[in-house]
C-alpha cells in the first residue's frame, strides 16, 4: 500500500476588509455614532446659522465675535468669544478623540498592527495626498503654502449629520472605518497643529503644564474619584498650555491619551469608556456646534465664490479635499489589501470604499480651526480658506451623497440582516446562527407551513 502525501491544511485565513465587528466592538461603535450623529446634525444647522446671521447681520455678527471676556491676569485669559471657542471649546472635542484613540489602540480596531494597517494606511495617504496637491497648487507665485494642512482633516459628525440628512443605511463595517479613519486623521492633526502651528513657546508655563498633566495622570492611575478635582486640574493645564504657546487643545488630547481603556476585574466599563459616555454629548451637542457658529461665518458672494476657484490657496483647498482625500484614502486602503492579501467582504464593493473616501473629504471643524492658525495675520485670507473648506465639504457631501444613494437599496438590506433578532433576546441573529441552542430557539419561532404560527419543533 503505497503511503499518501500528507494534506497541508491552511493554516491561515486572509484578512478581511470591513468584516464583521464582534458585538462589543457594534455595541460601542453603535453607541458612539448615535450620538456624533445627532452632534452632526446640529453642526449642520450651526453651520447654516453662521452663514445666514454673517451675511444677513454682518456687523452683528462681527461684534459678537470680537467680544472679550476674562481675565488678563495672570494667564493672558482675556479672549474673544471666537477664541474661546476655537481654544477653550474644541479642547472638549480633543480630548473626547483623544479617548477615542487611547480605546482604539488598547480595545478597538487598532489594538493588533494587522488591523490598524488598513485605516492608519488610509489615514495617512488621506492627509499626504491633499498636502500635496495644496503645495502644488501653491508653488507658484500668488501661492500661500503655509496652508498646506488645511484639506487634510476628516470631520466625522459633519460626515454622519450629512448620511443622517439624505437617510442613507451606511453599514456598521463602513461606519466603523469611517469612525476609525477619524480617530487616526484627528491624531495626525493634532500632531500638525502643535508641531507647525505653535509659536513664542513660553517654557515655564508649559514645564507647570507638564507637571499638571502628570499629576492628573498619577491621580487617575491611583483610582482617585471626583470630577471636583479632575475638572479644576483639567482647566489649569489648559490654562497653562493656552499661556505656553502650544495650541490648547494639545491639553485635552494629552488628558484623554492619559485615562485607562481597558478594564480590570468585575468592571463594565473603563473609566475612559465611562468618562467619554460622559462627555461626548457635551462634545457633539455643545462645544462643537458653537465652534462651528463662531467660525463658519463667512461673507459668501458671486466675487467671492469667482476667488475660490481662481485664487491658488482656496482652489488648492477644494482640490484637497475633494480629490486629495478621496484618491488618497481609497488608493492608500487599495495599496494596504493589496499588499497584505486582505479581502474585501464579499458583501461590499470597491465603490462602497470609494463612496465612503469621498466622504471623507468632508474637512470642517478642524479644516475651520487651521485656516485660522495657517492665516492668523491674514484675515481676509482666512475667511477665503474658510469659504473654501464649505465649498469643498459640501461638492464631497454631495458627490459622496449621490454614490451612496446608488448602493441605499442594499446597505438597507445589510442592515437589516445587521439588526435582525429572531429571538428577541437583544443579540443579533449574526452573531448566533453557530449555536445550536439558537437554532433551536429560532425553529420554534419560525411561522409553520400552513401560516397558522409558529412550526412545532422536529
Not at 453642526?43 to 446659522?49: F, G, N, S, T
Not at 486602503?333 to 470604499?353: C, G, I, S
Request: overall charge negative.
Amino acid at each position: 500500500m503505497t503511503e499518501q502525501p500528507p494534506v497541508h491544511e491552511p493554516t491561515t485565513r486572509r484578512q478581511q476588509l470591513l468584516g464583521r465587528l464582534s458585538l462589543p466592538e457594534r455595541t460601542f461603535i453603535t453607541d458612539a455614532l448615535r450620538t456624533e450623529t445627532v452632534g452632526g446634525i446640529l453642526l449642520l444647522l450651526a453651520a447654516v446659522v453662521a452663514l445666514v446671521w454673517a451675511n444677513v447681520w454682518p456687523h452683528a455678527y462681527e461684534s459678537v465675535l470680537d467680544y472679550t471676556v476674562g481675565p488678563s491676569a495672570p494667564l493672558h485669559l482675556d479672549l474673544t468669544l471666537g477664541n474661546w471657542a476655537k481654544d477653550g471649546l474644541l479642547t472638549i472635542f480633543f480630548f473626547v478623540a483623544g479617548i477615542e484613540l487611547k480605546r482604539e489602540f488598547v480595545a478597538g480596531e487598532l489594538r493588533t498592527p494587522s488591523a490598524a494597517l488598513l485605516p492608519v494606511v488610509a489615514a495617512v495617504c488621506g492627509v499626504a495626498l491633499p498636502a500635496i496637491l495644496f503645495a502644488l497648487v501653491n508653488s507658484g507665485s500668488g501661492g500661500h503654502p503655509s496652508g498646506w494642512a488645511i484639506p487634510t482633516a476628516t470631520d466625522i459628525a459633519f460626515a454622519l449629520g450629512v448620511l443622517a440628512v439624505v437617510g442613507s443605511h451606511l453599514p456598521s463595517a463602513l461606519r466603523a472605518f469611517l469612525l476609525t479613519l477619524a480617530v487616526v486623521d484627528d491624531l495626525i492633526a493634532i500632531l500638525i497643529i502643535a508641531v507647525f502651528y505653535s509659536s513664542g513657546i513660553k517654557f515655564w508655563a508649559l514645564g507647570l503644564a507638564f507637571a499638571g498633566l502628570v499629576l492628573f495622570w498619577f491621580l487617575h492611575r491611583r483610582g482617585v474619584h471626583g470630577w471636583y478635582l479632575f475638572v479644576p486640574l483639567a482647566v489649569v493645564n489648559w490654562a497653562l498650555m493656552h499661556e505656553s504657546g502650544i495650541h490648547a487643545t494639545v491639553a485635552g488630547v494629552a488628558m484623554g491619551l492619559m485615562l485607562r481603556c481597558h478594564r480590570e476585574g468585575d468592571e463594565q466599563h473603563s473609566p475612559g469608556e465611562h468618562i467619554e459616555h460622559l462627555v461626548r454629548p457635551l462634545s457633539a451637542g455643545l462645544a462643537v456646534p458653537v465652534f462651528a457658529l463662531f467660525a463658519a461665518g463667512v461673507t459668501i458672494s458671486g466675487p467671492t465664490l469667482r476667488e475660490v476657484f481662481t485664487q491658488a490657496t482656496p482652489l488648492g483647498i477644494v482640490i484637497g479635499l475633494l480629490v486629495g482625500k478621496t484618491v488618497g484614502i481609497f488608493g492608500g486602503t487599495w495599496l494596504a489589501a493589496r499588499f497584505t492579501r486582505a479581502e474585501l467582504n464579499p458583501k461590499l464593493k470597491w465603490a462602497d470604499m470609494f463612496a465612503v473616501s469621498v466622504l471623507a473629504g468632508i474637512g470642517f471643524t478642524v479644516s475651520l480651526l487651521i485656516s485660522e492658525l495657517a492665516f492668523r495675520d491674514d484675515l481676509a485670507l482666512a475667511d477665503l480658506s474658510k469659504t473654501a473648506v464649505l465649498v469643498g465639504s459640501l461638492l464631497c457631501a454631495t458627490v459622496a451623497t449621490v454614490l451612496l444613494k446608488l448602493r441605499n437599496r442594499h446597505y438597507r438590506e445589510l442592515c437589516e440582516e445587521e439588526e435582525r433578532d429572531v429571538d428577541g433576546d437583544g443579540v443579533p441573529d449574526v452573531y448566533q446562527e453557530d449555536d445550536p441552542a439558537w437554532r433551536a430557539r429560532a425553529a420554534e419561532l419560525a411561522p409553520r407551513p400552513d401560516g397558522e404560527g409558529p412550526e412545532k419543533p422536529r
